[in-house]
Each structure stands twice: as C-alpha cells, then as structure tokens.
C-alpha cells in the first residue's frame, strides 16, 4: 500500500518537486532506513540548488546559479539524500503541566509534581503515555508505585491498537510480551542495545529479532519492532523506549526461567566466587532490583548480604513492609560498618522508598548508627525526601549544631525546611547564623539558598556576606547564584535596599586595583 501510494502520488508532482515538501510519517520499526528511502529518492528525486559565488557575481549569474539543475552531472551523481529524519522529543514539565492542563485533568499540578517527585518522568515523556497516567490518576486519585507504571507501560504498549495491522499479522499479545522479554535479556546478555530493523542492509553492530526468535516469520519480527515500546536509536536500528521497560521484561525472562527450575543455573549469571569472595557481575546487577520483586531466594540473599542494590533501580516501594524495614536497617548497618565514604544511593530509588509510615524505622536507624556521618546524611535526605514530619526534631538537631560539616548541615537545612514548622525553621536560621562557619563563603552560599528570601532579612544577609568577605579569583563558591536567587525572591524595598549597601561598600576604602601600568624602558645611551 506504501509502494502503491508513491507510485500514485509521484507523476502529479513531478514537475514541482524541486518547490515541494513531502511529510511521511511512521511507526519506528515500519520504516527500512535503505529500501524505503532509496524508493523514495528514485520516485522524488530532488537537487540540491547550486550557491551563488558571492565575489562577482551579477544579476544575470545570481539568477542563473540558483535555477534548478535536473540532470546532475558525474561528480553530483553520488548525492547526500535530502531526507530528514525527526522523532518526538519527551515531554518536559511544564508541558506536561499544559498537557494535563487542556485535557481537564482534576489536580493536575499536584499530578504532574509528583510525576517529578517521584522520577517518573521518562515514563510520562510522551503524550500516549502521560493519558494512561492521566486515566489511572482519574480513576484512583493516586499515581500508583513504579512497578504498577511500568507493567501497564509495556501491557499497553506491546498491544496492537490498530485493526487493519492486527488483522494483516498476526502477533497477540502473550507472543509480542514473550518476544520482548527475549529481546530484552538478549540486549543484558550481549551487551548489544541496538535492534536491527529488517532491511537489505549488513550491519557490523547490533542483532536482529531473528537472532533471538529463529522460529518466528520475517512478519512477526517485523510487527513486533512496530510495537510503541520501542524506539529510534541510530539510522536503521531501534532500542527498547526506557531502560525500566528493558530491565523489567529481563528480569521476568530469568524469572520464568527460574520457574521452570533453572534457579541455580541463573543464579550463576548473577553471583560469582572470586578468590574465595562472592561478588555480583556488574554488567547484570540492574536487573537484580526487579527480579528481586519476583524471586523469594534472590530477594533474601540481597538483603543479606547486598543491601545497597535494591537502592539501585527497581521499585523497593513495592516490597513487603516488613522487607523495606529490614532493607532500611541493613543497609544503614552495612553503611555504618565501612569507613566513610562508603556506599552510595540513588536519591530517586530512596525517594520511591521512603514514606511517612517508617518514620519509627528511621528514627531507630538514627538512634543506633546516627554517629555515623554517611548514615546521619542518609537520615536526614530521607526525612526531606518523604515528609517525615515525625522527624523534623532529628533534623533541627543537625542543622543548629556548631562546627557540623557543610556535607551534614546543607542536608540537615533542606530537611528542616521540607518538614519544620515555621518555629522550628526561624529556631534554625537563628543558631546557624552565629555559627563562626558561615565565613566559609561555600557554607554561607547553602545557607542563603536553602531558607532563601522568606526566612532571612535582607540585613541579615548583607552582614553574613560583608564578614564572609572576597573570595579567591577564578573559584566557584556558589555565592553569586545564591545572591541572585535571593534579590528574585525580595520585596522592592529590600532589592533598594541591597542595592544601596552595595553600592556604599563599593566606594569604601581600601580599593583593591587590577591594573597593571608597566614603566617606560628606559634606553641607555
């Protein structure tokens, strides 16, 4: 139908195609990179116009060099295609906010906040998928964990949503979702994330669907490269949309295969005994944090021993309550018994971790390894990143105690801010304000832009920076950001107001002068 189409379309325009633009647009997998575009550039072939010599050129010559050429000679015959090639860009924020915006969607702005809040935004990046978030949002008045998101993201995207294609091949979708899953631990296993597209032409990288499916039909690959759930990656290859997509659908293709009682053997893949120490093969540890939702035995055996990969990717929201906890007292336990720095964390996973009802749990992890300057700074990202207001007491502790390190305190500010009340937050800006540190210009550029233009008075900001003093030529000390930050924030008054101490700092004495004015040479006679 597409051959037929061009074929139909090209005598009408044939006299015009130097002065006509022809829009196609199609689904990822459906478009062969050589094939259709060397049928397109036969069908409408187009000449680029010659530029004009600028340096003496005339009327007549102008007119000339830029008349269309249709018979290019040898040396044009080898031509660039005049093809471009556009994909979507995912949604950012605020687009996503106008988006839900037009479609009437209740509490969009606390939606889309969460969106953010929770690092769902690759999963909400294009407009079908912010509907389904959008649909759900309407029906439970919840955003739902990432694990229900990413299920109903590949439910709905390996599902055929066109009749005429659905009936022309026949790819349900049960085989489509055993065939991505394939495809995905195919990508984890050979480290390859290219998917050739069916074409006549050889590649050197990447593998084709029938790699892994040796006995499916040339259609069935074909249709399911088509699917939504994958994506442009290089001309002539695609790649799974989102990396959860790819390392969910792998971690339920081991699991299926630990079902059919190969548990050891994929084990193995994932665990190995080095010199007489136990070790995870680093190439195949994202997918642990999903397999871990799946699997009793893997998902005990990091907790015991790895607790820091369930912090890594995955959802450790959907975990038993009983499981967070002990993830939570493991890995602050592991944290507290290496030297500092020890481990790290992805602040997105923490922030899909934590909620209000383990507020006990942190505050027992506090009391028992808060010593431990990696496990205070853990407590006090957890109590800013999931409103623990229960603790709000832990964090105006760190945050007013003298000589506590930037790496604690800036936590510690954010903490206190996310949850305090407005007592406890002016009880904090009071004490760390007389903290001798504050000459420090770095920690006086944290402390101006964590509590900012609400909680500190133009006065107190300009004695801050005036004692904190100049800071060393060619240094970023986050000072200036901070300042600008805060002038945006004021009234119109404090703005005249910073605006007049500066200028009567300026024209006091000392002057500091950068000019250098080298003396005459003096020539001897």
Request: aromatic share 8%; glycine share 4%; proline share 5%.
């Amino acid at each position: 139908a597409f051959d037929k189409a061009l074929r139909t379309l090209s005598p009408h325009i044939r006299n015009n195609l130097q002065r006509t633009h022809i829009i196609l647009t199609s689904r990822v997998g459906a478009w062969r990179p050589t094939d259709d575009a060397a049928r397109v550039d036969s069908l409408f072939p187009y000449n680029k116009p010659k530029e004009a010599d600028q340096s003496d050129s005339t009327d007549d010559t102008e007119v000339d060099d830029f008349l269309d050429d249709p018979e290019p000679d040898g040396a044009d015959a080898e031509r660039k295609s005049p093809i471009t090639y556009y994909t979507l860009r995912h949604l950012t924020p605020d687009q996503m906010r106008l988006y839900a915006d037009a479609k009437g969607t209740p509490d969009a702005e606390t939606l889309i906040s969460e969106i953010v809040r929770r690092d769902f935004q690759n999963l909400a990046g294009r407009p079908k998928d912010l509907d389904d978030i959008i649909a759900f949002w309407r029906k439970e008045r919840r955003l739902g964990n990432r694990r229900e998101i990413v299920e109903a993201n590949i439910e709905r995207k390996l599902k055929e949503h066109d009749l005429n294609r659905s009936t022309r091949v026949e790819l349900t979708p049960d085989k489509a979702r055993t065939g991505a899953m394939k495809l995905a631990a195919t990508v984890v296993l050979t480290h390859q994330a290219k998917i050739i597209v069916p074409d006549q032409t050889d590649h050197d990288d990447g593998f084709a669907v029938s790699d892994a499916h040796a006995d499916w039909m040339p259609t069935e690959c074909s249709a399911l490269l088509e699917r939504p759930i994958f994506e442009p990656e290089t001309y002539g290859f695609v790649r799974f949309d989102h990396r959860d997509s790819r390392e969910f659908l792998a971690a339920q293709w081991f699991y299926e295969l630990i079902k059919l009682g190969q548990s050891r053997h994929v084990e193995g893949l994932f665990f190995k005994t080095q010199y007489g120490v136990e070790i995870v093969i680093p190439s195949l540890r994202p997918i642990l944090p999903w397999l871990a939702l799946f699997d009793t035995a893997i998902r005990t055996r990091l907790l015991r021993d790895w607790p820091e990969i369930l912090l890594e990717g995955g959802d450790p929201a959907s975990l038993q309550a009983e499981d967070r906890t002990k993830l939570l007292e493991r890995f602050c336990a592991k944290c507290a018994a290496t030297p500092e720095p020890s481990l790290s964390f992805d602040l997105a996973t923490l922030q899909r971790l934590i909620s209000p009802e383990l507020s006990d749990v942190v505050r027992s992890i506090h009391e028992r390894y808060g010593s431990h300057g990696e496990v205070e700074r853990f407590v006090l990202r957890s109590i800013e990143i999931g409103s623990l207001a229960d603790l709000a007491d832990v964090a105006l502790a760190a945050a007013s105690k003298t000589g506590q390190s930037r790496y604690t305190r800036f936590p510690a500010m954010r903490a206190i801010c996310a949850v305090g009340t407005d007592a406890q937050i002016k009880s904090a800006v009071e004490t760390i304000a007389k903290d001798p540190a504050l000459g420090e210009r770095r920690e006086l550029a944290d402390f101006i832009e964590t509590f900012g233009a609400r909680y500190l008075s133009c006065d107190l900001v300009m004695g801050l920076v005036e004692k904190a003093g100049g800071g060393e030529r060619y240094s970023a000390d986050g000072i200036n950001r901070a300042m600008q930050g805060y002038v945006r924030a004021c009234s119109v008054e404090d703005t005249f107001a910073i605006v007049s101490r500066t200028a009567r700092n300026l024209k006091a004495e000392p002057y500091l002068s950068l000019i250098h004015i080298s003396e005459p040479t003096r020539r001897t006679p």
